[in-house]
């Protein structure tokens, strides 16, 4: 089936620590996205990539970071400089960027701080 | 600064009724707005997408409506479901950035 894999769906992170999420699609969609989503507040773009190899800065990218070596793969990066990392992370992918542009979800990663 | 309000309180409703979601926006010029069904723990998923230039936009038993002097979208679903019991996320897309900005979402719950 196509669609997006987020994984784990759980992740706990010790303080210092850097952590990894993943996010595969295999909808061959060029452009893919970070959201994070905190209870009460709207989806926050953290990064999104419109190609490979290229990703820009979203609205609060501080304490993350991504690569996308692989047009399948858009991993997340929360590193020890995010200081309030607990929240739901979600990724997101469409075949490209623009208001037309429907975006296709995984089912999330939720964070926690140990 | 550009702003996106929708209720933040669950809007409860019985089934058969007609759910009416509002999304209201302030300092943008949308040139489309999308809106989203979010489940628990769950990521959201795309129902619809309405242009500027449309009033009206219609699938099945749901209607969005596009009002640009008031700011303003409605999300209607008519004779609703237990099933349709999630929240509803708006989305209007400007262009600058190149983005979506997503509101805050809306609970909406059907009850028997």
């Known amino acids: 089936d196509g669609g997006i894999t987020q994984s784990p769906k759980y992740l706990f992170r010790k303080e210092g620590q850097n952590v990894t999420l993943s996010c595969e699609q295999n909808?061959?969609?060029?452009?893919m996205y970070w959201y994070r989503q905190d209870p009460g507040q709207g989806l926050r773009l953290i990064y999104y990539?419109?190609?490979?190899?290229?990703?820009q800065k979203g609205d609060i990218a501080e304490g993350y970071s991504v690569s996308r070596e692989k047009k399948e793969s858009f991993p997340l990066t929360v590193t020890s400089a995010q200081k309030n990392p607990t929240a739901f992370y979600l990724c997101?992918?469409?075949?490209?960027?623009?208001?037309?542009?429907?975006?296709?979800f995984g089912s999330g990663t939720q964070l926690s701080v140990l | 600064s550009q702003k996106i309000e929708q209720n933040s309180e669950a809007l409860n409703i019985q089934e058969g009724k007609t759910a009416t979601l509002t999304c209201n926006y302030t300092?943008?010029?949308?040139?489309?707005l999308q809106w989203y069904r979010q489940d628990p723990g769950r990521g959201p998923v795309f129902l619809l997408l309405?242009?500027?230039?449309?009033k009206e936009k219609r699938k099945e038993r749901l209607k969005v409506t596009f009002d640009t002097t008031l700011k303003q979208s409605l999300f209607h679903i008519t004779a609703s479901q237990p099933a349709d019991s999630a929240t509803y996320l708006c989305?209007?897309?400007?262009?600058?950035?190149?983005?979506?900005?997503f509101g805050t979402g809306t609970q909406l719950k059907v009850e028997l």
């Open positions: 997101a992918s469409s075949t490209g960027t623009g208001g037309l542009q429907k975006l296709f």
């Open positions: 989305a209007p897309f400007t262009g600058g950035g190149n983005k979506l900005t």
């Open positions: 300092n943008y010029s949308p040139a489309y």
């Open positions: 990539s419109q190609i490979v190899n290229d990703f």
């Open positions: 309405i242009r500027e230039n449309e």
């Open positions: 909808l061959n969609h060029d452009a």
